[in-house]
């Protein structure tokens, strides 16, 4: 077993101080992603459903809208300002059929199952050990109940250009946060499809899907990047460097963008589902 304690109070300080400005630079991100998550795993009429990692609740407001009042939506995420603003953000939207908790996904202590749906956007590579993660989730599904989770595909190779100035900067460990390394289990559809299938669930298939994302401007784009988890890089750089980096990330931008100053990219995202069987 992973001693993951360090690695996700770590995880809670990053998200808590960029959970202000988190999807809120202008940029569509989050919210595509979770819209075709649950394009592919449509919400049903009175589901109990679980999104872990839930963060401002791009895929847990959508879902409680669609549940109705006799489902329930729970999200749980490690860190408070995330869960502090998807509770507002339910309130302003008058839904009353969700509830959160604070609380590690790498082992979730606070929410009793059965649900007949767990999702996680985004997730699964920020935890130290996403295998035991997996299988910490099982149980907290009903026989044959289903799980949909995103990792990131396919990156654009103009983006990755880009973002090829934070290398020198980082530890061994940060250099593929996407994911973990090429020869991590996030670097193809059948190292995520195994997870799934070490961690006890069937029917595992993977759905493939590309966004485009768009910075109105090189100003924005670093904006962005502060406002996700991209920012432990910029973190991880001296801040004397931080300006040079910067200034060589911005000249590799310009190279990329429209008449109207705009950069859009490319990114591809996997979908994986599976169901837990029935029998165990
Ligand atoms: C990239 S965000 C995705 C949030 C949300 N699912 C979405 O699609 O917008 C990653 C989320 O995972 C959460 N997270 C990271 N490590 C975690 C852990 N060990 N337990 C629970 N949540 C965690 C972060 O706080 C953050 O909200």
Redesign the pocket.
């Known amino acids: 077993m992973v001693d993951?304690s360090g690695?996700?109070e770590k995880?809670?300080n990053?998200?808590?101080k960029l959970?202000d400005s988190?999807?809120e630079v202008g940029v569509d991100f989050?919210?595509p992603?979770?819209a075709s998550l649950l394009k592919s795993m449509p919400p049903t009429q009175g589901e109990r459903w679980l999104?872990?990692?839930?963060?401002?609740?791009?895929?847990?407001l959508p879902v409680a809208q669609s549940i109705g009042q006799h489902g329930l939506a729970v999200g749980?995420?490690?860190?408070s300002g995330?869960v502090e603003h998807a509770r507002r953000l339910a309130l302003q939207a008058g839904l009353r059929n969700v509830e959160y908790e604070v609380?590690?996904?790498?082992s979730?202590a606070t929410v009793k199952g059965p649900f007949d749906t767990i999702?996680?956007?985004?997730?699964l590579f920020?935890?130290?050990d996403p295998l035991a993660?997996l299988r910490n989730w099982r149980p907290l599904l009903k026989p044959g109940g289903r799980i949909g989770i995103?990792t990131f595909g396919a990156n654009d190779p103009r983006w990755a250009e880009v973002d090829e100035v934070f290398k020198p900067h980082l530890p061994p460990e940060m250099k593929d946060a996407r994911t973990s390394g090429k020869g991590g289990p996030f670097a193809s559809d059948e190292g995520v499809e195994k997870l799934l299938l070490d961690s006890g669930f069937t029917e595992v298939r993977t759905e493939s899907t590309t966004i485009k994302v768009r910075f109105a401007d090189a100003q924005q784009w670093y904006d962005f990047t502060w406002s996700?988890?991209q920012r432990m890089m910029w973190l991880a750089i001296p801040e004397h460097s931080r300006a040079e980096v910067r200034m060589d990330a911005e000249s590799r931008l310009v190279r990329y963008a429209e008449a109207d100053g705009s950069i859009t990219f490319t990114q591809g995202i996997r979908k994986t589902f599976g169901i837990r069987p029935v029998y165990q």
Not at 51 to 60: E, K, N, S, Y
Not at 76 to 79: E, K, L, M, R, T
Not at 119 to 123: A, H, R, T
């Open positions: 993951s690695h996700t995880m809670a990053l998200f808590d959970s988190y999807d989050f919210q992603i979770a999104d872990i990692g839930c963060g401002r609740g791009a895929v847990l749980i995420d490690i860190a995330m609380d590690d996904a790498q979730p999702s996680s956007s985004l997730v920020f935890l130290a993660a995103t996700v988890g």
